[in-house]
């Protein structure tokens, strides 16, 4: 798109949302109704449209993409009305008599950039709340992921009006161009390098935002931990996606003695979940996505270089693929352990005892997600509350970002502000606080002042 059609979108976005209608309550729930029949309807589209662009299967978009849109937008039609109504609350006595109350005030035109690794999930799950909580909002979908943002613009133009949610396609150009408009609120979701461009680019509107980035999210495996069950579960968490998920395990920290057989039982997990007959799918792996693009293989099969292989490390650059790859023992200071691998590698670190892997994961930015297999209850207690993350997930890998009651985001270098459900209806909502004053007045409170009536009534009140 062109700058003046850019221009055109938001200006025409700014006179819409002056007119309430995105306001409107009912309207509100009628059009996450009419959103989520289309997603349905929709559903061979998506899917072709995933397979073409990260080789995903019918199966795991349904999991990974539709099925948690489809619950975030059925919280919101059941609890939009409450979550906008005013909410009263105490009125202190400086403000006698009176009503206070806190109005759920949407903040305007909202500017969504979603990533390439989820593209119709993190794309609409954020829209879903923005539109709850009665914004309008552009939505710029990763030019990574093509095939997926025309279904996207085919999806929102066939349930909103384009002054109210509009489909931005295009590249860094357009994206540059958006985050320099003066936008209400910013939504991005992707790297911690392009997080703090977007975050530069905001400040000079004092525009808020949320963002959600990602890092080297540890896994602790101890030796009161059931391995097998361990094993299972992270070898879902860390290969689905073909490892391109934002929370995925990105390295296990495990005690000496239990670290064998832990290998063992991954390696039987990867292969009954991943290895198949089937010619038609890359060196046997079935239901494994592929690379997204040359960059990001070049990439991970850097990381792979040098290292000690114990599993996988099959790459193909010609069809995108890399095979579920497991390393042994890498040096701290390696690329592979100083950057979010974002695909299907996972290193596993042998460490003395337990209070050595906390010592190792402090020495990284705080992570997205942290995740602790481990039967003892005072050890994991203790670690949940000296180890900064976005969230945590004991004993499975994943699971704790598909609740639409659970915050998801991040802390520090992961990110800052949350989403789902409520949480993303308080994202996007100004929450904004009116006092209703009565008639009735005392007279003290106003100059000459009475300091022994006026002092004495604050200390009463401060003192209980």
């Not at 500017?111 to 709340?129: D, E, H, T």
């Not at 703090?196 to 680019?201: I, P």
Request: net charge neutral; with cysteine.
């Amino acid at each position: 798109m062109t700058k003046s059609e850019l221009d055109r979108i938001f200006e025409d976005q700014k006179r819409f949302f002056e007119t309430g209608y995105t306001k409107d309550v009912k309207n509100r729930v009628e059009l996450l109704s009419k959103l989520k029949k289309k997603v349905s309807d929709s559903e061979d589209l998506i899917c072709s449209a995933l397979e073409k662009d990260l080789g995903k299967s019918r199966t795991e978009t349904f999991l990974t993409e539709t099925y948690m849109l489809m619950t975030e937008i059925n919280y919101f039609m059941k609890n939009i009305p409450a979550l906008c109504a005013p909410k009263k609350v105490k009125t202190p006595l400086s403000a006698f008599p009176g009503k206070s109350l806190i109005f759920a005030e949407p903040y305007g035109n909202v500017l969504i950039i979603s990533p390439w690794n989820y593209p119709l999930q993190l794309a609409l799950a954020p829209l879903v709340g923005a539109v709850a909580a009665g914004n309008c909002v552009i939505l710029k979908p990763s030019e990574y992921a093509p095939h997926t943002a025309t279904v996207l613009e085919k999806i929102i133009s066939g349930v909103f009006l384009k002054e109210h949610v509009c489909t931005v396609c295009g590249g860094i150009e357009e994206t540059s161009y958006l985050l320099e408009k003066p936008n209400d609120y910013i939504f991005f979701t992707g790297s911690p390098q392009v997080g703090k461009v977007v975050m530069e680019k905001a400040s000079v509107n004092l525009t808020p935002l949320t963002l959600e980035l990602g890092g080297k999210s540890p896994c602790i495996i101890d030796r009161t931990a059931d391995i097998t069950l361990s094993a299972k579960r992270i070898a879902w968490g860390k290969f689905i996606n073909a490892g391109q998920t934002c929370v995925a395990p990105d390295y296990i920290l495990i005690e000496e003695e239990i670290k064998e057989q832990f290998i063992k039982e991954l390696v039987k997990y990867i292969e009954l979940f991943y290895a198949s007959v089937d010619k038609d799918h890359p060196n046997g792996y079935a239901q494994l996505p592929r690379i997204i693009n040359e960059k990001h293989f070049s990439r991970l099969e850097g990381y792979i270089k040098n290292q000690k292989v114990i599993y996988g490390g099959i790459c193909e650059r010609e069809k995108l693929f890399i095979s579920p790859t497991v390393i042994e023992n890498p040096s701290l200071d390696s690329p592979v352990m100083q950057n979010e691998i974002f695909g299907p590698i996972l290193p596993i670190i042998e460490v003395a005892n337990r209070e050595k892997a906390r010592e190792i994961i402090q020495m990284y930015p705080k992570p997205l997600a942290l995740y602790i297999f481990s039967n003892d209850p005072e050890f994991v207690s203790t670690s949940v509350n000296t180890i900064s993350s976005g969230g945590a997930c004991i004993n499975d890998t994943i699971s704790h970002i598909t609740s639409e009651y659970l915050p998801f985001g991040g802390v520090g270098n992961s990110g800052m502000g949350s989403y789902h459900g409520k949480s993303s209806f308080d994202t996007f909502t100004h929450y904004k606080s009116v006092l209703f004053k009565g008639k009735f007045d005392i007279k003290e409170k106003y100059p000459p002042y009475s300091e022994k009536f006026l002092l004495n009534l604050i200390k009463k009140t401060v003192s209980k």
